[in-house]
């Protein structure tokens, strides 16, 4: 099995990395080194560019511990209420080490008691950006890879010239007349 050498993540999750090196470096060393190898090893790409079988926040990923039984989880940015045992976020070891990793991709990891544990993933089974990607295929949207040239189209409701001449119709219209009290708003 391929271990990391590299690991793919979005813009938004290589940023909120970053940020979570700025918020918290005095975080235990553990945690510190997995985040640090994350971030350094990172090849970074647009949500429209990422491959549907790396994982990224928001993915439900089956991966192995070691020799252990798959697990399911949704890597996560923090732990959310009422999701209690279907999330792994990002600020446990395990989930930092999950993102940005492609399916047959491993990361060992030390443990607490200092031993080494290896992640594997084994299937991406949701990825928000893939997901993403085939409503707009459905939509009738744009290829992968075409994105920005096959948005929605826009309508013209109102054009500020058509404004402006209102406007400007209306401020005449009040010159026009003789009386030039201004009324009440003008106070």
């Known amino acids: 099995m391929p271990t990391i050498d590299t690991c793919q993540l979005t813009i938004k999750d290589y940023t909120i990395l970053e940020v979570m090196r700025e918020r918290h470096p005095a975080r235990d060393e553990t945690f510190s080194a997995i985040l640090q190898r994350k971030i350094s090893s990172a090849v970074v790409v647009f949500r429209e560019d990422i491959p549907a079988t790396v994982v990224t926040l928001s993915s439900r990923v089956a991966y192995q511990v070691n020799d252990g039984p798959a697990e399911t989880r949704i890597v996560a940015h923090d732990e959310m209420r009422g999701l209690v045992g279907m999330l792994l976020p990002i600020t446990n070891p395990r989930g930092l080490a999950l993102l940005g990793l492609a399916e ?84």
């Open 104 to 187: 047959g991709q491993s990361m060992s990891i030390p443990t607490a008691n200092g031993c080494l544990e290896t992640l594997t993933v084994h299937e991406v089974v949701y990825q928000p950006e893939a997901a993403r990607r085939e409503r707009l295929k459905l939509a009738g949207g744009a290829a992968p890879g075409s994105w920005r040239l096959g948005g929605p189209v826009l309508r013209v409701v109102h054009r500020s010239d058509e404004l402006q001449d209102k406007a400007e119709n209306k401020v005449m219209a009040a010159f026009d007349t003789e009386f030039d009290d201004p009324g009440p708003s003008a106070a």
